[in-house]
């Protein structure tokens, strides 16, 4: 991988070269379960959203952006601040180069700073692997360090076929009695984007 990718914080200036990452896994994969390519106004706003309380990552080099990580709430009851849902997307000509590593890793050294304990994966999953669907993103995360927690079946339907959805989990942070709530990350983003120019 080049040593010249850096992760950076996003902005919604980023969202029509996001945008164009996302695409294709839209339109001809199951990786995600949404039918409809979001506008670029929609994709700004989420953007936007996420970063009032959580990170949203890019990876770049040279000016161009070769993929994105961010949380989101993995509930949205207070008793649930402590755990995100976690969430990477590679362009998929740049996948194999380790950038989706990179990108999670710098996802949960910030997650860390917020003090969150747990992430949360939420993965369709093929009975039987196909051309919009294969098992690659659960192995993905295992070598992450994420286990398998639980297995839905039969509950996304998309290019009229059946998917399954699977969570996966990784521990990042010691559960305590009288435990600090997490801070958002416009409290700690001065020092995430110290970290991250580490990286």
């Known amino acids: 991988m080049d040593n010249k990718i ?19 896994y839209v339109e001809n994969t199951a990786i995600t379960f ?14 936007q959203h996420t970063l009032r ?5 890019v990876a770049e080099e040279k000016g161009t952006l070769l993929g994105y990580a961010y949380a989101g709430p993995f509930h949205e009851r ?18 194999k180069m380790g950038i989706g590593g990179k990108l999670h890793h710098a996802l949960e050294e910030v997650l860390k700073l917020q003090g969150i304990l747990n992430l949360n994966a939420c993965i369709a999953y093929p009975e039987e692997e196909d051309e919009y669907l294969t098992k690659n993103s659960v192995e ?27 969570w996966m989990e990784k521990m990042i942070g010691e559960h ?16 995430a984007e110290s970290i991250l120019s580490k990286l």
């Open 6 to 24: 850096i992760i950076r914080t996003a902005s919604a200036a980023d969202a029509p070269a996001l945008l164009k990452i996302y695409r294709p």
């Open 34 to 47: 949404e039918y409809d390519v979001p506008s670029t106004e929609e994709f700004a706003s989420r953007i």
């Open 53 to 57: 309380k959580y990170p949203y990552l």
């Open 78 to 95: 207070p008793a649930y601040d402590w755990a995100v849902e976690t969430s990477i997307y590679v362009d998929q000509s740049c996948r």
């Open 140 to 166: 993905f995360h295992r070598h992450l360090g994420y286990d398998m927690v639980g297995e839905f079946h039969n509950c996304g339907y998309k290019f009229d076929r059946w998917y399954h959805m699977v």
């Open 176 to 191: 305590r009695s009288g435990q600090d709530f997490p801070k958002n990350f416009p409290q700690i983003r001065e020092e």
